[in-house]
Structure formats: C-alpha cells, structure tokens
C-alpha cells in the first residue's frame, strides 16, 4: 500500500471517528435527556467553539505549513521546536479563553456555568493535540489509531451511563475526558516514537508565532460566527426546546457531512501549500492549479451524500423507535438543506486556508470571511426570527455560498490587474 493510500485511510478514520460520535451520542442523549435539557446542553455545547478556534488559533495551517516536506529523521530539531511553540501557545490561549466564556455564560444563565466548564474539557483536548504536525509530517496513522480508541470509548460510557436528565453533566466530563486522552496519547506516540522532545520556548517566540497568524486567528473567529454559532444565537432569539433539538441535531448530520470530505481535504491541503508557492501569486494559473486539487473532493462529497444520507436515516429512525426523539423528518430536511454548505465549504478551504493564507493574502481572506461572518449573524438573526431553525439553515449555505464567491472574484481581479 502506498503511502498516500496510508495517510488517506489514517485521515477517514480520524474523521470518520470523529462524525460518529455526534451521530450516535446526541440523538441517544437527546432521547434520554428530554428536549428542555438536551437544548440547554447544546447551548452550553455552542460557547465550546469559540473556545476551540481561539486554541486552534492559526496553527492548523501555520503548523502544517512549517512542518510541511520535513523530514522526521533529518529535521527532528526543528519539528521539536514547532511542536512545543504550538502546544505551549494553545495551553496559554486556553487557560486565559476558557475562564472568560464560562464567567459569561454563568453570568447570562447561572444553571450554566458548570455545564459550560465541562463542555471545556473539550478545547482542551484540541489544544493538546498534535494532530496538525502528523497531517503536515503525512504521518496519520497514530493520530488515527488515538482518535478512534477514545471516540469508540466516549460512545460506548455515553451510551452505558447516560440514561436520564440527572446525567446531562455526565455526557460533556466523558467526552471530554475521553478527547483528552486520545490527545496525551498523541503526544506520548510523538515523544516516545518519534522520538520529537519538548523544548523551552520563549514568550517572545510564542508571541511572535500570534502575531504572525493573527489573521487566520481572526478568520477562524468568523468561520465560528458562521458555522458554529446559530445555536446560540436561535437561542437569544428565543429559539428553544424540540425545534432548537432539532437544529442541533441537523448541524451535527451537516458537520459529519464536512467531516466525510476532511480526509480528502487533509491529503490535499500539503500537495496544495507546494502547488501554490511554485505559482506564487493569487492569479489564474493559482486557481486553475488549485482547482486541479478540488474538485475530485467536490465529486467524492458527491458520490457520499446519498450513502451517508441513508446511513443516518436508517441511524435516526432506530435511535427514534420507542423514545421522545421528535419532528424527526424536520431534522432530516434541515441536514438536507444545510449539506448544500458543504460544497462551498470544499472550495472556501481550498481556493482561501490552501490558496490566499499560504500566497501570503491573509488579510485579504480575513476581510472575506469576516465580511461572509457578519452576512451570518445578522441574517441568521433575522431569519431565525421570521422562519426559525429553517432560516437559520439558509443562513448558512447563503455564508458558505458568499465567501466562496468573494474568494474566487479575488483570483480573477487579481489576475486582471496582472
């Protein structure tokens, strides 16, 4: 077997884990817990995402790029030195984000705070994991083999200790534990393995790494706004109880949706960071050669919308039989409209994190997304109002849509000005 082969089954199996677990842990907990408490849990859930893309910060590109073509034998210093920067940043971003959401959150609605302080359990995790360095090194296999053991035995404790609304606390301690133990395992493989060590990094070296990446860092904060965020904004606008359920459960489906075609994105991203440096400029040939890249993903998503389609059809009705599972058919259609996102999503990745970051346009990719960002919100807001969880589900493809054509229509100014 290749190794291309390896790396792409690694990365199906890192994102496949990582899809199955919504799937099959928040509709069992949304039939066990009630819709009043699931809905609560879900809103505290929303606040861990912003959580998240503040520790991730720019390093899931940054990274990747500055491990990219090394080699683990001969560049083992410097991979060293970029996995500690990394980890040593994201625990500092942790420890200074996760206490203010948790206060703001408990401040909003006390009966809150400690479910939101468990629910980040789980930025921690991502702030501890190397997973990027693996990705950038095409190295997934242990990554893959960690992210598989703790998300089967996240699903597996859900589904054997949560049985009623006393156990909402229980779902986020054992997902987030279990996260956490699949990112220390990671770091143990890199340091026992591979044999990469922990190196004193400076502040000022930390501080400069932010720096640097502050305009992915800002660009991630709009992909949240408009990806990760409607929940809680249908929920100050009064969104709540089985039709809020329902839009959660439907932004999982769409998510497991993305997550079918990362793997496809992760193999290509690298070939991507080479293809447009030899380009070096955000013109025709740039797109053409990243488009090259994209669009066998734009068919593969294809080919697996109508088998994943039926896999959580057949997964819903049997989570449904004999439970509170309700509007089962709404959640079905709100992932069918919500899915269209995904097909921009391919092309926002590509043509904007693997074009205009690595040819050096990030603040023009930071405008783009914080414009797509605030297109979102308000018009999450207002459709939300007037049509709910549907028009909160256009929302979103109408974000994806815009940002990918305000990407593309970059390329092609660009290109008329040459």
């Known amino acids: 077997?290749?190794?291309?082969?390896?790396?792409?089954?690694?990365?199906?199996?890192?994102?496949?884990?990582?899809?199955?677990?919504?799937?099959?842990?928040?509709?069992?907990?949304?039939?066990?817990?009630?819709?009043?408490?699931?809905?609560?849990?879900?809103?505290?859930?929303?606040?861990?995402?912003?959580?998240?893309?503040?520790?991730?910060?720019?390093?899931?590109?940054?990274?990747?790029a500055d491990v990219a073509g090394l080699?683990?034998?001969?560049?083992?210093?410097?991979?060293?030195?970029?996995?500690?920067?990394?980890?040593?940043?994201?625990?500092?971003?942790?420890?200074?984000?996760?206490?203010?959401?948790?206060?703001?959150?408990?401040?909003?609605?006390?009966?809150?705070g400690e479910l939101a302080a468990w629910w980040m359990l789980v930025p921690l995790s991502y702030a501890l994991q190397p997973t990027w360095m693996f990705q950038g090194l095409q190295h997934n296999t242990a990554p893959a083999i960690c992210t598989l053991l703790s998300r089967f035995a996240a699903v597996m404790l859900v589904l054997l200790l949560v049985v009623g609304p006393e156990d909402t606390l229980l779902l986020p301690q054992i997902i987030g534990l279990s996260y956490i133990g699949g990112s220390l395992a990671q770091i143990a493989w890199a340091i026992i393995r591979l044999k990469f060590r922990l190196m004193s990094i400076?502040?000022?070296?930390?501080?400069?790494?932010?720096?640097?990446?502050?305009?992915?860092?800002?660009?991630?904060?709009?992909?949240?706004?408009?990806?990760?965020?409607?929940?809680?904004?249908?929920?100050?606008?009064?969104?709540?109880?089985?039709?809020?359920?329902?839009?959660?459960?439907?932004?999982?489906?769409?998510?497991?949706?993305?997550?079918?075609?990362?793997?496809?994105?992760?193999l290509f991203f690298p070939r991507a960071v080479l293809a447009v440096r030899a380009v070096g400029a955000a013109n025709l040939d740039a797109l053409s050669a990243l488009f090259r890249l994209t669009w066998p993903q734009l068919l593969a998503l294809a080919f697996a919308w109508g088998g994943l389609y039926l896999i959580i059809q057949l997964g819903m009705t049997y989570f449904a039989q004999g439970t509170r599972i309700l509007e089962l058919h709404a959640i079905i259609s709100l992932a069918a409209i919500m899915s269209l996102a995904t097909f921009f999503g391919v092309g926002n990745f590509m043509f904007g994190s693997a074009g205009l970051n690595i040819l050096g346009e990030r603040r023009v990719m930071l405008y783009c997304i914080l414009l797509a960002a605030a297109t979102s919100v308000g018009s999450t807001i207002i459709l939300g109002s007037l049509f709910g969880a549907m028009g909160a589900a256009l929302s979103l493809v109408l974000a994806e849509g815009f940002l990918c054509l305000l990407i593309i229509q970059y390329y092609m100014r660009s290109a008329a000005r040459r």
Do not use: W
């Not at 210093?77 to 420890?95: A, D, E, G, K, N």
């Not at 100050?236 to 959660?248: F, I, Q």
């Open 1 to 64: 077997m290749s190794g291309h082969s390896k790396n792409l089954i690694a990365l199906i199996a890192i994102q496949g884990s990582n899809a199955s677990l919504p799937l099959l842990v928040f509709p069992y907990a949304l039939s066990m817990l009630g819709s009043a408490s699931y809905a609560d849990l879900v809103f505290a859930e929303a606040l861990s995402f912003l959580a998240i893309a503040i520790v991730l910060y720019s390093f899931e590109i940054d990274g990747v």
């Open 71 to 112: 080699s683990v034998e001969r560049d083992r210093s410097r991979i060293s030195r970029v996995f500690s920067r990394v980890l040593y940043t994201r625990l500092c971003l942790f420890f200074l984000a996760a206490p203010v959401l948790v206060v703001a959150i408990a401040c909003y609605r006390p009966e809150l």
């Open 202 to 266: 400076s502040c000022k070296e930390m501080l400069a790494c932010i720096k640097t990446g502050k305009e992915i860092f800002l660009g991630n904060i709009g992909v949240v706004l408009y990806r990760d965020s409607n929940v809680l904004l249908l929920g100050l606008v009064g969104l709540a109880g089985v039709e809020l359920a329902a839009y959660s459960l439907a932004e999982k489906i769409t998510k497991a949706m993305q997550a079918v075609i990362r793997p496809l994105n992760q």
